[in-house]
Structure formats: structure tokens, C-alpha cells
């Protein structure tokens, strides 16, 4: 059975209207599971005006009532996770152990934003001279936006909206449209949880959605999470309209194994942080960087045999380990990047081209592959696969490896496996990267840590969700008051005040 897929404006789901109507595919069966309209210009104005209009009843609703939202909504996503895992693993392809793990991530930042009230509370100086008092105050914004990418279609809208709200903004929220069933799905269980009509609106489209939203000057602020082209392109026109921006995009991880390291500790954590979810995470771990020889060795037979065993399947069976990648089109992108690889002489230990699941021949399937003895000048280390490819350099030594991470475009996450504290320290102290991990793989930061990367894999200055989404989602305004006794007059002063 396909579903219809519209838009979520005014507290109400709305049919599509204009049959400008895009397919959803399942990527585990390659069959058109759905389609979803691209809003028009006319509909995306709608959700604006939506938002708008519930800007100043929202603005003035104390943040522990708005709090009281977010914790019943945590209530309902739990009670409702097994159909959302089910419609993120349908569209996106995901196992649905990993879903759930995406959906418990995106928990959390409800579960932060039902804090926010304790961010919101400002700073506060009494006396600052004469009878005079100074305080400041976090102002929302009005209307925000968010643009999501297809990888973690319920995870990422909830890294933004809730706690955009919660500082007493409106939001439209623009998923991808690749994937943008649970996104939907999720805006109605907050409409359940209490959150009037128009606090958050959902409108599905593309690039002419996106435009309108940069464009439009209700907009007060853009998050943005996707591939990194897109993501420059869109803080530049942001920034270009006035508009407060953070654009987080892509990534290229590496992992230094120094040679104390414990072997088999790395490869598991290797195997799960480069395959996992097809690769298609922007904090996959998609470089090796083995110090030493006698390591590059020992990795490439071990990571080689567990390879394997690896069981690839369709997301809706919890015994796989790794799912399709997102799209016929995605698969052909990733399958180029390795005959890249075997053009350019990398070493190919194991390739994933060869893979069929049986009783699944459409569906999306491409094995995980792995490459040894990769060059630095080689396209398969330049740029970002987003596919389970992972490809190992070999390295002298420590220095080597962190220039090679320090030179290198992206800078989102990192790790280094070793049992050397001085080692790790030096390397988090001088590693030119957002997110960093000692002997963890996916160093992605719990909900009241901010999330993002460094250079190329963010335009901005504030990261995501946690503390810093506090910032990005208000305006500071510093007051200064005195209450005069009437019998107390002053002159002017023409001199500059001090104290
Ligand atoms: P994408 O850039 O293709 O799309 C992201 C969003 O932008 C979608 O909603 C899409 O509809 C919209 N979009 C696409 N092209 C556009 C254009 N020309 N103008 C305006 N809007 C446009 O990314 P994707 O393929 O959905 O997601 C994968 C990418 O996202 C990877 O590069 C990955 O590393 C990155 N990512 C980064 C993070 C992070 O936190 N840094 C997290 C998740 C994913």
C-alpha cells in the first residue's frame, strides 16, 4: 500500500493539493512506497503565515507551560516509537534497532528542551551604580526554519524545533523528501501533547520550498543540516537576506588505531561506526589511519574476515546489521566512488559491489567494502562516500596522522583508539575537529552538549541543539534600570557615565 504524504500547517495535516507529487521509495525493495507533494509557493506562504500568526500568543506563554508540552510529547513518542521506527525504516532504509536508537537520540533533545526553562532565566546585577539594576534577557526571534537531511529523518527536525520553541519561537520545518513520513508523523503527536496550531509547521519540498524560506522576510533565522554544498549555498543566501544561520554539513571521519591499541575492541567499534546505518551517518567513521605497519596489517585481515560475516538485509528485519543505502541513484554515486578507488590503485580487500540479497534483487544493496593502502591524492579519501566504504591509510606515526586530519577539508568527528593517556590528551588538545573521541567511535555529544563539526562541516558559529541552540534560537537584550525618589533630580551629565 503508498501513502499520500502532505503537510502538517496550522495544527492540522494538509492533503496535497496541486499534484506536483514526488516518489517515496522503500529502499530495501527499490518499490515506490509512497509519494509526497513539493509545496508550492502558495503553501510554504501558508505555513509562514501560520507560524506567524502564532508567534505572540506562544511568545507569551510562560516557558514552564510551553515545558509542559515537551513533557507530554516525550510520553507519546515512546508510547508511539515502534510505528515511527517502522515508517523511518520503510523510507530511509535503516534496521530498526538502528531507528530506534536514532529515535532515543532525538528523545533526549525533547527531554533537554523540557529543561529550558532553566537556560531562559538570563543574568541579573544588582546595583551596577546608584540605585540602578542591570539585567539581561533571552528574546525569541519569531518565526525559524529547518532544513533536514534524509539520514536521520526523526533525530535531526528534533535536534531543532524543540528547543527553538521552547525559547518561544514559531517553526517551519522543512524535512527531506526523501524521507519525510516520521517528521509528519511527529509534528501531529505534538499537536496531541498540546502545542497550539501553528507553533510548528511542517512543509515538505524541495529546492523552490527552500528559497521561498530563505527568501521570505518572516524568517528570522535558518538551521540547516545536510551535504556541505548545499549547506554553504544556503548560509550564504541566508546571510545575504539578514538571516541568522547555522549550516552543518558533510564530513569525512577518521580514526587513528596507534599500535598499543586494543585490537579487538577497535575492529568492533570500527565495523559498527563504518557501517552502521549503511554508512550513511555524518559521523561514520570512514578513515582508518593504522600508525605503524604491524597494525595495518593486523586491521585489514581482521576487519576483512568480520566483513564477512556482516549481515545485510532489509531494514524491517532486526536480525541485519546494515540496511540499503538510500536510493537507486545514491547506490550508482557510492559504486563510482570505488571503482574510483580501483582506478586510482587503492588496494580493494573487500568489495561490496558483489553483494545480492536474496528475495531483495531492486532493492538497494551495496556490501561493505573496504580499501587498504589509500594515498592521500586519491577521490576515495578526498571526499565524502556516505556509503559503507571504509578506506585505511597506513602512517608512520601520530604526527602524521594528525596532519593528515588537520589538511583535510572536513572537520566533524574524530577518534583515536590507543591505551596512551598522554597521547589522547595531546591529540584532543591539537586536532582540528569539532567532535572528538578516546576509544569512542561515534563521539556524538548527549543533548546537553552542542553538537557540530569545524571548517567545511559547518557554516556558522553556533553548534546544534544543547546550550548553544539557547543562543542561536534568542536575542540577548541588556537592560539597565533605576526608579528615581521624585525628590531626587540630577543635572545632565555630558561626560560619558562611569562609576
Ligand atoms: P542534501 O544536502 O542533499 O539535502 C539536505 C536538505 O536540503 C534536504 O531537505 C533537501 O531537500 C534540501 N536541499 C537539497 N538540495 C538543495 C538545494 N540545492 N537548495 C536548497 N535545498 C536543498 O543532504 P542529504 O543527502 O539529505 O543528507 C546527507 C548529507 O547530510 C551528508 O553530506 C551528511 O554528511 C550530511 N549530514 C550532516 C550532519 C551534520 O550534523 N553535520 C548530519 C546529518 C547529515
Known sequence: MTSLVGHFIHGEHVAPQDGNLIDIHNPSTGAVCGQVEMASSALVQKAIDSAKAAYP??????????????????????QHSDKI???????????????????????????????????????HSKDVGPGIDAWSEFQPLGVVTG?????????????????????????????????????LYIAALAA??????????????DKAAVDHLLEDPTIQAVSFVGSTPVAEAIYQKASANGKRCQALGGAK???????DADVDNVVNALMGAAFGSCGERCMA??????????????????????????KVGAGNDNSNDMGPLISAQHFDTV??????????????????RKLSVEGFEEGYFLGATLFDKVKPHMEIYQKEIFGPVLVMLRVPDMQTALELINEHEYGNGTCIFT??????????????????????????????????????SLFGDLHAYGPDSVRFYTRRKAITQRWPSTNLREGSQFSFPSN
Open 57 to 78: 500568543a506562544w511568545r507569551a506563554t510562560p516557558p514552564a507551560k510551553r515545558a509542559q508540552v515537551m513533557f507530554r510529547l516525550k510520553v507519546l513518542l515512546e
Open 85 to 123: 521506527c517502522e515508517l523511518i525504516s520503510e523510507e530511509h532504509g535503516k534496521v530498526l534497532h538502528d531507528a530506534k536508537g536514532e529515535l532515543q537520540r532525538g528523545i533526549e533533545n525533547v527531554e533537554f528542551a523540557c529543561g529550558m526553562p532553566q537556560l531562559l532565566k538570563g543574568e
Open 147 to 183: 532544513i533536514t537531511p534524509f539520514n536521520f529523518p526523526a533525530m535531526v527536525p528534533l535536534w531543532m524545533w524543540p528547543s527553538a520553541i521552547m525559547c518561544g519561537n514559531t517553526f517551519v520545518l522543512k524535512p527531506s523528501e526523501k524521507d519525510p513520513s516520521s517528521a
Open 192 to 205: 496531541e501533547a498540546g502545542l497550539p496550531p501553528g507553533v510548528l509547521n511542517v512543509v515538505n519540498g
Open 253 to 259: 571521519n577518521h580514526a587513528i588505531v596507534m599500535p
Open 285 to 310: 567513521l570512514s578513515v582508518v589511519l593504522a600508525v605503524g605497519d604491524e597494525m595495518g596489517d593486523t586491521l585489514r585481515d581482521r576487519l576483512s574476515a568480520q566483513i564477512e560475516t556482516l
Open 335 to 352: 559504486s563510482g566512488f570505488i571503482d574510483s578507488g580501483v582506478s586510482q590503485e587503492a588496494d580493494l580487500v573487500n568489495d561490496g
Open 419 to 456: 591505551r596512551d593517556g598522554e597521547a589522547a590528551r595531546f591529540f584532543i588538545d591539537q586536532v582540528q575537529v569539532g567532535m572528538v573521541g578516546v576509544n569512542v567511535p561515534l563521539p556524538v555529544p548527549v543533548s546537553y552538549h552542542s553538537f557540530g563539526g569545524w571548517k567545511r
